[in-house]
């Protein structure tokens, strides 16, 4: 967080390095985290399948953190941009038949945009997009792999329309993760970048807050929800660095 710990990890860094080299990359700490799912047949055709936007910022792993999908968050001129990236890069990275997941981080101050990671397969994310839409993304994906377009793919939901169409969902769909720190003592349970949870539960709800107590009372924790079932005092506060 300082020229002098940037300079600890880096002594750190280099003398653990067989090069004796390290790479310093720009920190996106504390910058939104959002999610697409995107596809693109043999024809050229990009859908994107829905938006997820994950409530802990960059530094959180994305298996760890609460995802609500669509993003609450983003301007139309931001989500326009937004996909408009996305079309960019499975074009750029010239996926053809199937669909990529694409991780983006935006800083809430200027509102720049990095790329963080891109993962041209199924993944988590793709797993809960299918869930949160309805949109079947396997089975389209292998579809379009032996070289169908989206046109030429019925819905298996309605029956009727094309998967071509872009899903449009009006409630939100929460994701929460599922941690068990008393069956692993030795592990720190503070949440990074590296992923410790169990295992996650998802809900539906038509507001954000609906979805999230929904997701809450799922984990079978003993809770049911916040605020409002006399268990807010049981979690313990943050720690002060300073102490």
Request: aromatic share 6%; charged share 25%.
């Amino acid at each position: 967080y300082n020229l002098e710990e940037l300079g600890d990890c880096l002594t750190r860094a280099i003398t653990a390095s067989p090069v004796g080299q390290v790479l310093v990359e720009q920190s996106v700490l504390g910058w939104k985290e959002i999610e697409f799912e995107v596809m693109r047949d043999c024809a050229d055709n990009v859908i994107i399948i829905t938006s997820m936007e994950n409530v802990d910022p960059m530094g959180v792993h994305t298996g760890d953190s609460m995802v609500v999908a669509p993003s609450q968050t983003l301007s139309a001129r931001e989500y326009t941009e937004y996909t408009n990236l996305c079309r960019r890069v499975i074009r750029k990275i010239d996926v053809t038949g199937g669909g990529v997941n694409i991780q983006f981080g935006g800083n809430p101050e200027n509102g720049d945009i990095v790329i963080i990671e891109v993962n041209p397969r199924l993944s988590r994310s793709s797993a809960l997009a299918s869930k949160a839409t309805g949109f079947p993304i396997a089975r389209v994906a292998t579809k379009l792999a032996i070289g169908m377009t989206l046109d030429e793919i019925t819905n298996d939901i309605t029956g009727k329309t094309l998967a071509y169409f872009e899903p449009t969902i009006d409630y939100c769909v929460f994701k929460v993760a599922r941690f068990t720190f008393k069956k692993f003592p030795q592990t720190d349970p503070t949440i990074n970048t590296s992923m410790k949870s169990v295992g996650e539960a998802m809900a539906i709800g038509r507001t954000f807050k609906e979805a999230l107590q929904k997701g809450i009372r799922s984990l079978e924790i003993g809770r049911f929800g916040l605020g409002f079932d006399g268990k807010d005092h049981l979690v313990p506060p943050p720690k002060d660095d300073a102490e």
